[in-house]
């Protein structure tokens, strides 16, 4: 079977529009009326502190933390409005990555397994489509196919990360989101799992929507960037012109904050 | 001076599958008022380095080897001899306030409790001396604080009052593992300047283990790299940022992000992965990771001294550079 996904020179696609979403536990207003877009091949980082707002942000576009008042639209259809059927139907076309693999894992199923699940259930393969697919599926994370038959916990952290997103892809998606997807890892492993998702977009044509409280990853990968504080995006633009040239006062006392450091 | 010499540490952790290194040969000294940062990724054997200058290890673990401080091997030392310089004579942050810290005790009496164990000042006192501590370290309402439990503070406040009870016993020694790593950037900073601060007016010696070599290059004079549960290089801070003498480093280096080249078509990162627990490489344990391996580095293991707080753990670092090849 063919391995290959790319979508390269397809043209750019608006995937998600979020407009004055409102997020609210009770009285205190998690995400307050935050608008921004995403497209196809798209990387937009979003950065904030603990408490920002930023992963019930990422939640809320999934539908996974319901929201008060604003609108999601992923192409093109209003998630709030939809009926159930039609949302069940769209969902898997937005996929998460979360920071630990082994909370998304399960530690009784082997990688390969978990990954030919979703094959079987979300696009009705049959055993021999969805095992040949899960072989790819390993491969096109940088991972030997040999592994499918591991536990997670018989992996790396880095390796886990990458049975993640594998399982991520397998129902292939338009949207990515990933929620500090390498904050678990160590400088090395980091670097692949950035390498990987980088490439993914650029491969694939995926929008990805990348939560973290790490600015140099923002910097190092991202498109676009919107910087989160107290509920609110306070400022966006692209990476160059953040990191150039902040204009809001936190963003600035944000980019201060991080050490410095050069060979 | 030197506050602390480490010589030919061994760490062994008995485990289903046998003995488990999880240090191996290790000697480095620490200077007085000096603060060495730790560097490695996770299984290189720095967390467990720290338990052991703590005597904090479980019963499962062999440690052999020499921990010379204050004239004593600490490696020799009873229950009764740690109790006397645990809390006063040395002290550990960890990464989690929450696991140092006591659910069902009000912040205050935890973070005096050091200074009444060890009789270094009466209650009254030793409340005075937490509320000026975490006033200094940017506290907007410390006595507020003192009466609260610890899950009705933020996590930044809760570090800070576990830093202020290691530190109120004014030890010449303190340990800090991962101690700002669960802290945003904001709350790290200032928090890191203030540990600086306080070593800088204390004279007290700080070993200082991250993952975060951003961090350790704000806060250490010295550094030392560990792979495998060996230090791969030992350096001033600078030297070993600027000219690192070991691939390893080098490697570790060039894949953080802050380093990487945004344009470039992959990112920089080192081959394969650190070798699961027990599995450790013949020869240089670096070599089947190591862009510049020669057939020597598979058979023989050599560090090469430059002086006594230069060192590296590749023989390849004497040949002018491994980078040329």
Redesign the interface.
């Known amino acids: 079977m063919d391995c290959m996904y790319a979508r390269k020179g397809g043209k750019l696609e608006k995937l998600l529009s979020v407009e004055n979403l409102t997020v609210k536990f009770g009285k205190f207003q998690a995400v307050q009326e935050v608008n921004f877009e995403l497209h196809s091949g798209e990387i937009v980082g979003l950065v904030g502190?603990?408490g920002s707002g930023k992963s019930t942000l990422g939640r809320a576009v999934l539908g996974l933390t319901p929201f008060q008042s604003g609108s999601v639209k992923f192409l093109g259809q209003s998630l709030g409005k939809l009926s159930r059927k039609v949302f069940l139907k769209l969902r898997p076309a937005m996929q998460m990555v979360f920071q630990n693999p082994m909370g998304s894992l399960d530690p009784h199923q082997s990688v390969g397994s978990a990954i030919m699940e979703v094959l079987r259930v979300v696009k009705h393969a049959t055993d021999e489509e969805a095992f040949s697919r899960m072989k790819c599926g390993l491969e096109e994370v940088g991972l030997d196919s040999g592994l499918a038959h591991r536990y997670p916990h018989e992996l790396?952290?880095?390796?886990r990360q990458r049975v993640a997103i594998a399982r991520a892809l397998a129902v292939e998606p338009r949207l990515l989101i990933a929620d500090e997807p390498t904050s678990a890892l160590?400088?090395?492993?980091?670097?692949?799992i950035?390498?990987l998702l980088?490439?993914l977009v650029r491969n694939r044509r995926i929008g990805l929507l990348l939560i973290t409280?790490?600015?140099?990853?923002v910097?190092?990968?991202a498109d676009r960037a919107g910087v989160m504080h107290r509920g609110r995006i306070i400022e966006t633009g692209s990476v160059e012109k953040i990191w150039s040239a902040p204009s809001h006062a936190y963003t600035q006392?944000?980019l201060a904050?991080?050490?410095?450091?050069r060979? | 001076m030197k506050r602390l010499e480490v010589r030919g540490l061994q760490i062994g952790f008995q485990t289903d599958q046998g003995w488990i290194p999880a240090v191996r040969d290790l000697s480095f000294d620490l200077g007085v008022g000096e603060i060495l940062g730790i560097a490695g990724e996770s299984g290189s054997g720095k967390s467990a380095l720290a338990l052991a200058l703590m005597g904090l290890l479980p019963s499962n673990t062999q440690v052999r080897g020499k921990v010379l401080f204050q004239g004593g091997d600490l490696l020799q030392n009873n229950a009764e001899s740690w109790r006397k310089i645990r809390g006063s004579k040395m002290a550990m942050i960890f990464q989690d306030p929450m696991s140092s810290l006591h659910p069902y005790l009000r912040i205050g009496d935890q973070i005096i409790e050091p200074l009444l164990i060890h009789g270094l000042a009466n209650p009254k006192q030793a409340r005075e001396q937490a509320l000026a501590c975490l006033a200094e370290m940017g506290i907007s309402d410390p006595k507020t604080m003192l009466q609260q439990y610890p899950h009705e503070c933020s996590g930044g406040m809760r570090q800070r009052a576990v830093i202020a009870m290691a530190v109120l016993a004014k030890p010449d020694l303190l340990i800090a593992d991962e101690p700002t790593t669960a802290l945003d950037v904001t709350t790290q900073r200032e928090v890191l300047i203030w540990m600086q601060k306080w070593i800088r007016a204390s004279g007290a010696s700080l070993v200082f283990i991250s993952h975060d070599v951003g961090v350790l290059s704000e806060m250490a004079d010295q550094l030392m790299v560990m792979y495998l549960g060996q230090g791969v290089e030992r350096g001033s801070l600078v030297e070993v940022l600027k000219r690192p003498h070991h691939p390893y480093t080098d490697g570790l280096l060039r894949s953080l992000p802050a380093m990487q080249d945004r344009n470039a078509k992959h990112f920089y990162s080192l081959a394969g992965h650190v070798p699961p627990g027990g599995s450790i490489p013949s020869g240089c344990s670096f070599h089947p990771r190591c862009p510049a391996v020669q057939d020597l580095c598979r058979t023989t293991e050599q560090m090469l001294e430059i002086n006594q707080e230069r060192w590296t753990a590749c023989m390849r670092a004497k040949e002018g550079s491994w980078k040329s090849s």
Do not use: F, I, T, Y
């Open positions: 502190e603990s790396s952290g880095g390796q160590d400088g090395s492993a980091q670097a692949h950035l390498d980088r490439g409280h790490d600015l140099s990853v910097k190092l990968v006392r944000l904050a991080v050490p410095q450091w060979r």
